[in-house]
């Protein structure tokens, strides 16, 4: 899979960063709702890609 589909790959770890870094951003400043929309947008997100990364899998077996 790693070698296949290395874009998608950099797709989810850029993805896990920003939900982190979103995640400390929200510590720094809890009472910024626009912060927790951004979070719940990174996270379906994530969710598109990690179901994209499993089709591919499925796919390659």
């Known amino acids: 899979m790693s070698g296949k589909y290395p874009d998608l790959l950099t797709a989810i770890d850029v993805i ?3 939900i982190t870094a979103k ?3 929200i510590k720094d400043e809890p009472n910024e709702p626009m ?3 951004e979070l719940s947008q990174l996270l379906k997100v994530s969710g598109l890609l990690d179901m994209e990364k499993e089709s591919w899998e499925e796919e390659s077996e």
């Open 23 to 25: 995640e400390q951003q």
């Open 35 to 37: 912060w927790k929309d």
């Open 16 to 18: 896990e960063y920003m």
